[in-house]
């Protein structure tokens, strides 16, 4: 596993909450990675709260693990505006399982929920979606990734 923090320093508190969420036991808890990204602190030092953040969110399944629930979730995306959650759900369709993942990024800031029924062209175009918003949101872009 690598970590990518290109122009950022991290603080002890980012490491840790970055190391949790690495290791989910094959478990999807995705409404406690948003509400830990949500939380995560901002800027070099960590003192920049009200700075753009926009997190995107990849699933290719429902949240059976989450601490979270939807509604604390969205409560805490409405109390900070300067959040946009892009949710992408792979090989989801039109199941139940992505009505709370639209109620979650719909509480954000121009959030959206985007379905990708193939891994080919749909994921593609969903992943240029998501980049559209930054285009329209955001002057300057500091990214923040994990690899596995």
Do not use: C
Not at 30 to 35: L, P, S, T
Not at 51 to 70: E, P, Y
Not at 117 to 137: I, M
């Amino acid at each position: 596993m690598k970590f990518h923090f290109k122009n950022q320093l991290k603080n002890e508190d980012q490491v840790s909450i970055i190391n949790r969420q690495t290791d989910p036991n094959y478990a999807t808890a995705w409404r406690d990675a948003v509400k830990s990204s949500v939380e995560l602190p901002s800027g070099v030092s960590g003192g920049q709260e009200n700075m753009r953040k926009f997190i995107i969110l990849l699933t290719d399944g429902g949240d059976n693990s989450s601490r979270s629930s939807v509604q604390h979730v969205r409560n805490l995306l409405k109390s900070n505006p300067h959040v946009t959650v892009v949710i992408i759900g792979l090989l989801l369709g039109d199941s139940t399982l992505t009505g709370d993942m639209k109620l979650v990024a719909e509480a954000s800031t121009d959030g959206v929920y985007i379905s990708a029924d193939d891994v080919g062209q749909e994921l593609e175009d969903a992943f240029t979606a998501a980049a559209s918003k930054f285009n329209e949101r955001s002057q300057g872009i500091q990214l923040e990734s994990l690899d596995f």
